[in-house]
């Protein structure tokens, strides 16, 4: 949390400097039985530029200081903060609107059409998709957006950026299947509900952006269908993992010569199963499974865990993970 000095200012509130990045935080420094709290103004560093350019403005006749990314800040080396963001901004621009930027729309376009449970839900998606769009949609760039991703993540302090807050909104459905078919099954932990809702959300957005214009009505199509079927198949996905991996595991114990890989379900049959690994490609099965659970498998599906071959018997050892 930064730490702020009060400091008179021409409206006669003082002002308090939150965070220096690409738009810097300003807001009138309340006090209440004395506790200072911060309403937060969003004021680009032009506007702020332009301020502490006028004489006997708001900004401009008393020394501005205030604790930002850890080093005490006067007035001088606070317009150099800005003439340096400046710079950056010019020699490697930030797409306008960015990802954020996007995706904050979305969400307060919603709130007024969900109900409160819907809404929350509709955050916690969003919220989910940033971090995904944030921890790997650079792997999918080209070589030029790559380098930048780079430098501005790379960067230290105020300059440092993640993905959503470099990149504009078409990098969003590209990375869709990424999130729902890896980031949901593998990387989060959540109940069905929002499993289901992070399907639904999805579809919603997709069209959403292509009735704002930041994608084509193609690439809203299938990014729609993608959410469709991760709503349906999401919930069913991580019901049969349960399954799998509570049977199996009540069976068997570990063993070096298991087959650890990632294995698609090539056929199905009441209480039974058969896989092939991708990289050990030989065809397994039958293997024996609960009738429940054969019931949810799906062919092209793919599980993520380890079977054993004893003779001409093969088993699931356990399962980590099902992907739809």
């Keep these: 949390m930064a730490s702020v000095t009060r400091s008179s200012c021409g409206a006669g509130l003082p002002l308090a400097v939150l965070s220096t990045s690409r738009h810097l935080r300003i807001g009138p420094l309340l006090t209440a039985g004395g506790v200072a709290s911060v309403t937060r103004h969003q004021y680009n560093v032009e506007q ?14 008393f020394v501005f200081q205030c604790c930002v990314d850890g080093a005490r800040m006067n007035r001088r080396s606070l317009v150099q903060a800005i003439a340096n963001d400046k710079n950056r901004d010019s020699e490697t621009p930030t797409a306008d609107p960015t990802i954020s930027d996007v995706l904050a729309a979305y969400v307060a376009d919603q709130k007024a059409h969900l109900s409160a449970e819907a809404y929350d839900r509709c955050v916690a998606v969003i919220e989910l998709l940033q971090d995904s769009l944030n921890g790997y949609a650079h792997n999918s760039l080209d070589k030029e957006k790559l380098e930048l991703w780079e430098e501005r993540f790379n960067a230290e302090g105020g300059r440092h950026q993640e993905f959503c807050e470099i990149f504009g909104p078409d990098e969003i459905l590209p990375n869709i299947g990424e999130f729902l078919g890896y980031f949901m099954v593998r990387k989060v932990m959540v109940n069905q509900a929002l499993l289901r809702a992070s399907g639904t959300v999805t579809k919603k957005l997709a069209k959403w952006l292509a009735d704002k214009g930041y994608a084509t009505a193609e690439e809203s199509e299938k990014a729609m269908k ?64 609960p009738v429940e659970a054969t019931k949810l498998c799906r062919v092209g599906w793919t599980i993520s865990g380890a079977a054993r071959i004893t003779g001409k018997k093969q088993v699931l050892v356990t399962a980590w993970s099902v992907y739809p």
Excluded at 48 to 61: M, N, Q, S, T
Excluded at 231 to 255: E, G, H, V, W
Excluded at 272 to 288: E, S, T, V
């Design 226 to 289: 993608r959410g469709a079927d991760a709503a349906r198949d999401l919930p069913r996905a991580q019901r049969l993992c349960s399954l799998l991996y509570d049977f199996s595991s009540s069976r068997y114990s570990p063993k070096n010569t298991d087959i650890e890989d990632q294995f698609e379900i090539m056929r199905v049959e009441p209480g039974k199963i058969w896989l092939q690994g991708f990289g050990d490609d030989r065809l397994l099965g039958p293997i024996g499974l």
């Design 48 to 61: 702020l530029a332009e301020g502490l350019a006028k004489p006997r403005c708001v900004c401009d006749f």
